[in-house]
């Protein structure tokens, strides 16, 4: 067990939105695992989640990401 836990720093300014604690922070206070950002304002952060949405739904649905569907499926 280590006996100094190393934190990582953030810069003023910068926010995060945490997705164990649900919530938004200033400075990265958790792992990078568990959060978005950096964004530039906390009301950015605070809409990370809706950002995403947003996000995923145009990836779903952009055509330019999607294999083409092959008659030949077994490569044959």
């Known amino acids: 067990m280590a006996l100094f ?4 720093v953030g810069k003023p300014g910068e926010w995060y939105y945490c997705l164990e604690h649900k919530k938004v922070e200033e400075g ?3 792992p990078g695992k568990d959060r978005f950002g950096p964004y530039t304002t906390r009301t950015e ?3 990370a989640m809706e950002t ?3 996000r995923n739904l145009q990836w779903e649905n952009d055509p330019n990401w999607h294999d083409a569907k092959s ?3 077994n490569g044959s």
């Open 52 to 54: 995403a949405r947003e």
């Open 45 to 47: 952060a605070e809409h």
């Open 71 to 73: 008659d030949d499926a």
């Open 5 to 8: 836990k190393k934190r990582t």
């Open 28 to 30: 990265p206070d958790c």
